[in-house]
C-alpha cells in the first residue's frame, strides 16, 4: 500500500503561483523510484483530467497541453515527495488537485492510477 498526502493549495490571484506537495508513503515493498507520479484536477461538475505525471526512475515528465510551460513536475527522492509549481495561474485553473501513483510507467488516464491522495484545493481569483 502507498499512502499520498497532499498540501500547499490555496487562494491565489490570477497571474499568481502555488506549490503543490505529495508526501509518499507506506509499507510497498518497493522503493520510492519504482513508481510513477500523476497530478491531477477536477473542477465542479466536470471529470477528473490529468495534469502532469513524472516516472521517478527515469525521470521523464508529461504534461497536460493547458499547462505546458506553466506548471513544472519535480521530485525529491530523498523526501520521497513530488511537487507540482503552478506559474501563470487563470481560473480556469481552479480546481481539487490530486496526486496519485502507480508503478512504473506514467499514465494520464485517472483508471491507470490505484494509489490517491485526498486532494488539495487551489482557487484562482480574477
Known amino acids: 500500500q502507498v499512502q499520498l498526502v497532499e498540501s500547499g493549495g490555496g487562494l491565489v490571484q490570477a497571474g499568481g503561483s502555488l506549490t503543490l506537495s505529495c508526501a509518499a508513503s507506506?509499507?510497498?515493498?518497493?522503493?520510492?523510484?519504482?513508481?510513477?507520479m500523476g497530478w491531477f484536477r477536477q473542477a465542479p461538475g466536470k471529470e477528473r483530467e490529468f495534469v502532469a505525471a513524472?516516472?521517478?526512475?527515469?525521470?521523464?515528465?508529461n504534461y497536460a497541453d493547458s499547462v505546458k510551460g506553466r506548471f513544472t513536475i519535480s521530485i525529491n527522492n530523498a523526501k520521497n515527495t513530488v511537487y507540482l509549481q503552478l506559474n501563470s495561474l487563470k481560473p480556469e485553473d481552479t480546481a481539487v488537485y490530486y496526486c496519485?501513483?502507480?508503478?512504473?510507467?506514467?499514465?494520464?488516464?485517472?483508471?491507470?492510477?490505484?494509489?490517491w491522495g485526498q486532494g488539495t484545493q487551489v482557487t484562482v481569483s480574477s
Open positions: 496519485a501513483a502507480r508503478l512504473l510507467a506514467t499514465a494520464q488516464t485517472p483508471a491507470g492510477y490505484p494509489y
Open positions: 507506506g509499507r510497498s515493498g518497493r522503493t520510492f523510484s519504482s513508481y510513477a
Open positions: 513524472i516516472s521517478l526512475s527515469a525521470g521523464r515528465t
